[in-house]
C-alpha cells in the first residue's frame, strides 16, 4: 500500500507566552494549551493532501511521549489521517531517540514518504528528519516549500538561505516542511466525531529495542537578557541626527 | 585536549563568513585544536582562504566531483570518514549545516547541539530553545562525542591572517549514495549585501501594505549598503520573497543597525533581531511592541519619513 509516515508533536501552544520556571529547572507547562507543533500540522496537511490527489492510499500519524498526547493524535485523525500510532512513554525524548523510534515504525508500516515538521517550536532542534533520513538510509529533501510526486521520485523546492533549492530524490525519502508548504485546515466538528472511531495504537516505547536515555543533561533554564526600551524622536531629522551621533552613519 | 572538525560552508569559490564564525565558537574550547573540512568538486580556491583564519591548525580538503553541489545525503558519509578521532564536529547553523549536521550526528551515533550561542568548555554549552525564550545550559557527557550547529548570530567571524595553516588533500573512501540529485536553485541577487552578515539591514512589514510599494526601502537600502530584509507578515504577504524574511523561522541576523519599517515586531520576529546592535524602529502605531526593544523610535508614516532619511542622509555625505 501506498502510505505517508506523518510524525506530530506535542508542543506548547504557539501563542503561549513562554516563562522560564523561577528555580530554572525548565519552563512552566502546568496550566499552558498544548497543540500539534505547527511545522507538523503542515506535514499532516501535505500528505492528506497527496492523498487526495490520488498519489498515496493511506496517512499514519505517529507520536512519541506520554499519555496525554493522544490528544493531538486524535486532533490529527479529525484532520484526516486514517489511523494513529501512539509510541508512549513518559521520558523525555532527545532527537536521535525520537529518529530511532521513528525508524522502528518506518520497519512496520514501509512508508513511500516520512513527513516531519521543520523543527519542533519547543526544543528547536531541527534534527529528527534529518536523522530518520540517514537511520533509514533514504533521502532526505529539508525545509521543504513545494513537494510534486511522480512516479518513483518527489521534487522538492526548498527553502534555503540564497533563495529556494530544488531537489528530485528518490523514494522513499523524508520530507521536513517549512511554513509556506501549505496552510493546514480547519477540523470540522462531524469530523472529530468520526475521528473518535479511527484505530489509535499504542506501541510501547520501552519494547521497541531502542534506549530511551539521554544523552545530554540540562544544567538551567534561563530567560533571556532583555534589551530595554531606548529614546523616541519626534522626525526624520532626529532619527539620523541620533544615527550619526552613534557613529552609524 | 579537544580535536574539533569544522564542516566549511562555500558556494564552490568563496568560504561563506558563517564558517569563520563557527571557528571563533570553537576557540572559546581550552585548548581547541581545529581542523576545517572543505567538500568541494575543486576546493582549492576555498581551502586556502580557510586556511588563513586564525586559530585553524589544518585543513582538509576533500574534493570530489559529487561535491559540487552541496546536498546531505552525498556529504553525511564523507563528513563521517574525516570526522575520525575528532571529539566535536560543528557546523554553522544555517540551512547548510541544518540540513547536513543532524544526519552526520545520526551516522555518528552522537548527540547534536543545535544553534549554540555560547561554548563554556569542551562538554557546557548554550543553546536557545522556545523561540529565544528559554536560554539552556547543556553538559555533555565527558567521553561523548558531540555534533554541534554554531548560531553565527552569536559569534565574530574569526579574523583571516597573514600566515596560512597547512592544506591536506584527502580521498573520499566513503560509498555515495545517488538517490539525491540537485536540480535548481533560484538565483541569489547579488547585487546588494547578504543579509545574513550584513552589518546594516533595512527590514519591512505588513505596513507597506504591497509588493511594489516595499521597492521604496530598496532605494534606502541601496543608499546606506544596506541589506533588505522582511517581518513574516509581509513574507505571507507577498511583498518580498521568502529569502529576505527575518525571524525565528527566517534568518537570524545580528547587523551593527537595523532599521525596521512598519513592523510591528511579534515574538518570533523580535527572536530574529535581539542581537542587532542597535535597532531603529518607525512605525504608525505608537503602541507597537518594536518600540519596546528599539534603541529609536519613532512614530509616523514611513511612507514620508523613508524617502526624508534618504533625502538627510543625502544632503550630508
Redesign the interface.
Known amino acids: 500500500m501506498k502510505r505517508i509516515l506523518v510524525s506530530i508533536k506535542r508542543v ?1 501552544d504557539y501563542n503561549v ?2 516563562r ?1 520556571k523561577p528555580d530554572g529547572t525548565g ?1 512552566v507547562t502546568d496550566g499552558v494549551k498544548m497543540s500539534i507543533n505547527p511545522f507538523d500540522e503542515i506535514a499532516l496537511e501535505e500528505a492528506l493532501r497527496i492523498k487526495e490527489k490520488g498519489l498515496a492510499e493511506e496517512v499514519v500519524v505517529a507520536t512519541i511521549g506520554p499519555a496525554d498526547c493522544q490528544q493531538q493524535l486524535r486532533t490529527a485523525l479529525a484532520m484526516g489521517a486514517d489511523r494513529a500510532l501512539h509510541v508512549q512513554t513518559d521520558a523525555p525524548i ?3 531517540v525520537a ?1 530511532k523510534l521513528l525508524r522502528k515504525l518506518v520497519d512496520k508500516e514501509q512508508p513511500m514518504l516520512a513527513i516531519l515538521g521543520k523543527q519542533a ?15 533509514w ?7 521543504a ?1 513545494k513537494v510534486e510526486l511522480a512516479g518513483d521520485k518527489a ?1 522538492v523546492t ?13 523514494l522513499p ?1 523524508v520530507i521536513t516542511t ?3 508548504l501549505n496552510e493546514p485546515r480547519y477540523v470540522k466538528l462531524p469530523d472529530i466525531m468520526k475521528a473518535k472511531k479511527k484505530p489509535l495504537e499504542t506501541l510501547d516505547a520501552a519494547s521497541l529495542g531502542v534506549s530511551l536515555q539521554p ?10 537578557a ?15 541626527d ?3 551621533k ?1 557613529g ?2 | 585536549m579537544s580535536k574539533i572538525l569544522i564542516v566549511a560552508e562555500h558556494d564552490g569559490a568563496k568560504l561563506n563568513p558563517a564558517t569563520a564564525k563557527c571557528v571563533t565558537c570553537a576557540r572559546a574550547i581550552p585548548g581547541a585544536d581545529i581542523t576545517v573540512a572543505v567538500f568541494a568538486a575543486d576546493g582549492a580556491a576555498v581551502a586556502a582562504q580557510a586556511a588563513t583564519l586564525a586559530g585553524v591548525a589544518k585543513v582538509l580538503r576533500v574534493d570530489h566531483a559529487a561535491n559540487a553541489q552541496a ?3 552525498t556529504l ?1 558519509p564523507q563528513v563521517v570518514q574525516v570526522a575520525a578521532g575528532y571529539s566535536h564536529v560543528f557546523g554553522p547553523s ?3 549545516g ?10 555518528l ?7 549554540v550561542m555560547a561554548a563554556e568548555g569542551a562538554t ?1 554549552f548554550r543553546r ?14 565527558a567521553g ?1 562525542r558531540v555534533v554541534a550547529t554554531v548560531r553565527t548570530a552569536s559569534f565574530e567571524a574569526a579574523a583571516a591572517g597573514a600566515t596560512a595553516a597547512p592544506v591536506e588533500g584527502v580521498a573520499v573512501t566513503a560509498e555515495l ?1 545517488t ?10 541577487r547579488s547585487d546588494r549585501p547578504d543579509l ?1 552578515t550584513a552589518s546594516r539591514v533595512v527590514s519591512g512589514g505588513r505596513a507597506l501594505g504591497s509588493a511594489d510599494n516595499f521597492k521604496l526601502l530598496y532605494g534606502l537600502a541601496d543608499r ?1 549598503g544596506a541589506a533588505v530584509g522582511a517581518s ?1 507578515a509581509a ?2 504577504a507577498g511583498y518580498a ?3 529576505l524574511q527575518v525571524g ?2 527566517g ?1 537570524i541576523i545580528a547587523p ?2 537595523y532599521l525596521a519599517f512598519g513592523i510591528s515586531g511579534a ?1 518570533q520576529h523580535l527572536t530574529g533581531i ?1 542581537d542587532a546592535r ?3 524602529a ?1 512605525n504608525k502605531d505608537a503602541e507597537a511592541p518594536i ?10 508614516d514611513l511612507f ?2 523613508v524617502p ?2 534618504e533625502r ?2 543625502g544632503a ?1 555625505d
Open positions: 506548547v507566552r513562554i522560564v519552563v532527545e532527537p536521535p529518529a517550536i519547543d526544543d528547536d532542534a531541527s534534527q529528527t528528519g534529518q536523522m530518520l533520513a540517514a537511520l538510509g533514504r533521502p532526505q529533501a529539508t525545509f516549500s521534487t526548498r527553502e534555503v538561505d540564497a533563495g529556494l533549492e530544488t531537489l528530485e530524490v528518490e525519502a517549512d511554513l509556506r544523552a545530554l543533561q540540562l544544567v538551567k533554564f534561563e530567560a533571556p532583555t534589551r530595554s526600551r531606548g529614546v523616541m524622536v519626534k522626525d526624520a531629522r532626529e532619527l539620523v541620533a544615527l550619526k552613534k552609524l552613519l | 546536498l546531505a545525503a553525511a544555517t540551512t547548510f541544518k540540513d547536513l549536521m543532524p544526519r552526520v550526528a545520526a551516522l551515533d552522537a548527540p547534536q547541539l543545535s544553534d557546557r536557545p530553545m522556545y523561540a529565544g525564550n528559554a536560554i539552556v545550559t547543556v553538559e555533555v557527557p561523548t549514495p538517490h539525491t540529485r540537485f536540480v535548481s536553485v533560484s538565483a541569489a545574513q546606506l513574516r513574507v505571507d520573497p521568502n529569502d525565528q523561522t534568518k551593527e543597525l515574538i535581539k542597535t535597532i531603529v518607525v518600540f519596546e526593544i528599539a534603541d529609536i523610535g519613532l512614530v509616523g514620508q519619513i526624508e532619511i538627510l542622509i550630508n
